[in-house]
């Protein structure tokens, strides 16, 4: 089997709630997605999808990740789109860095293999250990109240798994978190998400002032892994980290040097599929839990989370992220779709989805016959 075309599209995704506000005063409302299909003269393709969160929350964004692809794509015509380890070994000989970029072709590349195969992805990364699993929902950064609506709206919509996004005054923050875990009951989890909004002293108060709320984790404080280990030699909550950790190297140090009892698995900021699996493992070997998700994105990201979740210990899968479910437009029908707080993997053949070519209009790049 060989690669005839990669295809390159814009897919814009509105947030369903309004505003997605950060720390450090990042507001979301729409973004441009950025979705690859692999097309094979099999007749089988597949599909892909990254969505960076905007321009200052990672080093990515979407122009990025488009120009990046515009390098990789011809390098990939006529390779086997069944041999992973192949494509990624061309694809790092052509560009060095740059991970997320080169998701959407890794993730189109396992989903054109599975359809080959009569497989579905989840089987491919091990086999479907549970069929379904727990979602979580970020709460935007806003007033103690009107965060706290915002939870229990979601809660009687069936979650029980929140993400607070905090990281501005600690007092406040701690105010914040309080009465969102005062709100909610024994079988909810709440984690405090800074997102690197603090400097060590900011995320030593704010620890000092949250350290004794049942139920509740602390996530990614600072900006350094530094930081963070410092953080936590002052605190006994959990602590969850995130934009620090993007390859072996530092989920290890994380663990080892950053007590880390949880990390955010983002599949376009590792890379993908191939380098989520090698993460994943990792962290079941280690003892560490896994919230499996990504930047942004719609159907197709979280098709491909989906896939992850359902593959991964039920012990060692903290919460996952079904970002479709946080957007206002769809191209495979709304597929997966949540229920009642939980999701499952789509168990056809590859992401087991089926995008709407016509609704993408013209690509932005085509490569190979």
Not at 270 to 286: F, I, M, N, P, S
Not at 344 to 361: K, M, Y
Request: glycine letters at 10%; a negative charge; aromatic letters at 8%.
């Amino acid at each position: 089997m060989k690669i005839t075309a990669i295809e390159v599209y814009n897919f814009d995704l509105t947030y369903v709630h309004g505003v997605y506000t950060m720390s450090g005063g990042r507001d979301v409302t729409v973004l441009p997605s950025t979705l690859v299909r692999v097309i094979s003269d099999s007749g089988h393709e597949g599909w892909g999808e990254v969505c960076p969160l905007g321009s200052a929350y990672l080093p990515q964004h979407a122009d990025g990740a488009r120009a990046a692809l515009r390098l990789l794509a011809p390098a990939l015509i006529g390779l086997d789109p069944t041999n992973h380890a192949a494509i990624y070994d061309t694809m790092d000989a052509v560009l060095m860095g740059h991970a997320y970029a080169k998701s959407p072709i890794d993730v189109a590349c396992w989903d054109l293999t599975g359809k080959a195969w009569g497989a579905s992805v989840a089987d491919m990364l091990g086999g479907v250990r549970q069929q379904r699993f727990p979602l979580y929902f970020a709460v935007p950064l806003g007033s103690p109240e009107r965060m706290t609506r915002y939870v229990l709206d979601r809660r009687a919509e069936g979650i029980h798994r929140f993400q607070l996004k905090i990281g501005g005054d600690p007092s406040v923050d701690a105010v914040r978190a309080k009465h969102i875990v005062d709100s909610t009951g024994p079988e909810d989890l709440v984690i405090g998400d800074a997102n690197c909004g603090w400097r060590l002293n900011e995320a030593l108060i704010a620890a000092r002032a949250m350290e004794h709320l049942p139920r509740f984790y602390f996530e990614q404080p600072c900006p350094t892994m530094e930081e963070c280990i410092e953080v936590r030699r002052h605190t006994s909550l959990p602590m969850v980290y995130d934009e620090i950790v993007n390859d072996a190297g530092t989920l290890i140090r994380a663990v080892r040097e950053g007590g880390a009892g949880a990390f955010n698995l983002k599949v376009s900021k590792v890379g993908g599929l191939t380098k989520a699996k090698l993460l994943r493992d990792l962290a079941q070997e280690l003892g560490v839990q896994v919230t499996v998700e990504d930047t942004w994105g719609g159907d197709i990201v979280s098709a491909a989370s989906a896939h992850i979740a359902a593959s991964t210990r039920s012990r060692a899968l903290l919460s996952v992220s079904f970002m479709n479910d946080w957007t206002s437009e769809h191209v495979a029908s709304y597929q997966p779709r949540s229920r009642d707080g939980f999701g499952s993997a789509p168990s056809g053949p590859g992401l087991g989805i089926e995008v709407d070519v016509a609704a993408l209009g013209a690509p932005l790049l085509r490569c190979g016959s």
